[in-house]
């Protein structure tokens, strides 16, 4: 793929303020509550600091991301495991608690499925205040 360079004397198109120069800078990503930083090379405006990125520039650093992203998935499923476990509760159970289907848990444990956020922010509140799981059980009867 032929990557478009900008003449490093062209007008930002975001601020139509800045000025575009080829270089690295660190970027950050956020994925799941999770920050990865990483060079980036692209044209950035030397003015709001957005960049322009050609297919090869993301490409450059795309498999940097990908294994971000592996990771945090992975982290999260040991996370959710070792949460249900202290709270002595069952994947049935615990699917159960957050609405999900009766193998939802076995599925976010084994990395096959993604937890919505709301179910990465309770089961961390109980892993906080396990006490609160009573309540949670009283509310579902």
């Not at 303020?17 to 060079?39: F, P, S």
């Not at 990125?53 to 592996?70: I, P, Q, Y």
């Amino acid at each position: 793929m032929n990557a478009t360079r900008h003449d490093p004397r062209s007008v930002c198109p975001g601020c139509s303020n800045g000025k575009l120069v080829r270089e690295a800078r660190t970027a950050r990503y956020e994925y799941r509550d999770e920050i990865c930083e990483y060079e980036q090379v692209g044209d950035w405006c030397t003015s709001c600091g957005e960049a322009i990125l050609s297919g090869d520039d993301m490409a450059a650093t795309e498999g940097v991301l990908l294994d971000f992203m592996r990771r945090v998935e992975q982290k999260q499923a040991g996370e959710l495991a070792r949460i249900r476990r202290k709270l002595k509760l069952t994947q049935k159970q615990a699917a159960a608690l957050t609405g999900g289907g009766h193998n939802a848990f076995s599925r976010y444990e084994r990395g096959e499925a993604k937890p919505l956020p709301a179910v990465m922010h309770l089961f961390r509140l109980l892993d906080r205040h396990p006490e609160l799981l009573e309540e949670l059980k009283s509310q579902k009867a």
